[in-house]
Structure formats: C-alpha cells, structure tokens
C-alpha cells in the first residue's frame, strides 16, 4: 500500500517553475503529521528541503529559500512544494515524508520519489 504518493516531477528548463504534490492515504491521519520534501542527488546525502508542521509553520532550507514555498491541506491530506527559479542544483529525487513523535517514538512515512530534472 502506497501511503504517500509523490506527483510533479519532470524535467524544467533553467530558471523555470514546477509544483510537486504529495498526497496522503487515508490510511494514515495526516492533520496529525508534519509533512515535508527531502531531495537525493546522486552521489549525495538526502537533504530536508521544507517541511510544514500541524500548526503550518514551514521550515525551509536556506538553500532554496526565497525560492521554493511549501503548504498543506488538510482536508485533501495534501503537502505541496512549490518550486521556482530552478537551478540544475535542484535536480534530484524528492520524495515526501511524513512523520509524528508520540511518547518519544518516532512513526515515520516515505513516498518513493519523483524526479526533478533542471536543464542548463
């Protein structure tokens, strides 16, 4: 069972702009959850992109900071990651996540990735 499923990716030309959507089985009760991106790059770590918590406050890395947005729906059980002036430093896997801390147990979900590809 698919309990994040990753949708957007695709290959964007410099400077360009692309939205990736997240959504949530019902499975899970994502109001609960902080949600957010991670991204892998060949040959890398996989690095937190923005997450949003319950409250929607975002954390955002300062990497794509002024660029990139991310929001939340809860009602669709949504995370979105909006992602302008796209550089080829942002091609990577991004995958979705999303995890809760209940009594010091961390319970913890990953999508399986949608690739972004930034052209020069």
């Known amino acids: 069972q698919v309990l994040l499923a990753e949708s957007g990716g695709g290959l964007v030309q410099f400077g360009g702009s692309r939205r990736l959507s997240c959504a949530a089985s019902?499975?899970?009760?994502?109001?609960?959850?902080?949600m957010g991106w991670y991204r892998q790059a060949p040959g890398k770590q996989r690095e937190l992109v923005a997450d949003?918590?319950?409250?929607?406050?975002?954390n955002i890395a300062d990497s794509v900071k002024g660029r990139f947005t991310i929001s939340r729906d809860n009602a669709r059980q949504t995370v979105d990651l909006q992602m302008s002036s796209l550089k080829p430093d942002d091609s990577a896997l991004y995958y979705c996540n999303a995890y809760r801390t209940v009594v010091a147990v961390k319970y913890e979900y990953w999508g399986q990735g949608t690739q972004v590809t930034v052209s020069s």
């Open positions: 019902r499975s899970i009760n994502a109001t609960l959850y902080v």
């Open positions: 949003i918590d319950t409250t929607g406050t975002t």
